[in-house]
């Protein structure tokens, strides 16, 4: 179902949620790289671009039972610092939901937003 849950992602980028978006996006796709500080290749679920050339939307999408915490915004911005854009917004989205903790976090950064399936 990941893959599946990672193209309903992306439609609702497109979508409903088009609207709630720091800027217009023009394009999205998945993104594969290599890391040089760990020397692995690297993944993000969307990388999603609009007209100015130094912002992106980063998004990870996890298909699982249980929420989607700390740990997977960390590696999601870790990740998205592969990437040259200067200005970056993450997005979570996530079947089961997310943890009290990164609720909360998100709650006083601007700069993330949290997509639960059951609001998609």
Same mark, same amino acid.
């Given at each position: 179902?990941?893959?599946?849950?990672e193209?309903?992602s992306?439609?609702w980028?497109?979508?409903?949620?088009?609207?709630?978006?720091?800027?217009?996006i023009?394009?999205?796709?998945?993104?594969?790289?290599?890391?040089?500080?760990?020397?692995?290749?690297e993944?993000?679920?969307?990388?999603? #671009? /609009?007209?100015?050339s130094?912002?992106?939307?980063?998004? =990870?999408?996890?298909? *699982?039972?249980e929420? $989607?915490?700390?740990?997977?915004?960390r590696?999601l911005?870790?990740?998205?610092?592969?990437?040259p854009?200067?200005?970056?917004?993450?997005i979570?989205?996530?079947k #089961? /939901?997310?943890?009290?903790?990164?609720?909360?976090f998100? =709650?006083?950064?601007? *700069?993330?937003?949290? $997509?639960?399936?059951e609001d998609?």
């Amino acid at each position: 179902m990941g893959p599946v849950f990672e193209d309903i992602s992306r439609q609702w980028l497109w979508g409903k949620g088009y609207a709630q978006l720091p800027f217009p996006i023009l394009q999205s796709g998945r993104w594969w790289g290599s890391n040089p500080r760990t020397r692995q290749q690297e993944e993000i679920d969307i990388v999603a #671009a /609009g007209e100015d050339s130094a912002s992106a939307i980063f998004c =990870e999408c996890t298909w *699982r039972n249980e929420p $989607v915490g700390e740990t997977e915004y960390r590696t999601l911005q870790q990740r998205s610092q592969l990437l040259p854009y200067p200005d970056k917004w993450l997005i979570l989205f996530s079947k #089961a /939901g997310f943890t009290d903790n990164l609720r909360q976090f998100a =709650e006083q950064d601007d *700069r993330l937003m949290l $997509v639960a399936f059951e609001d998609m």
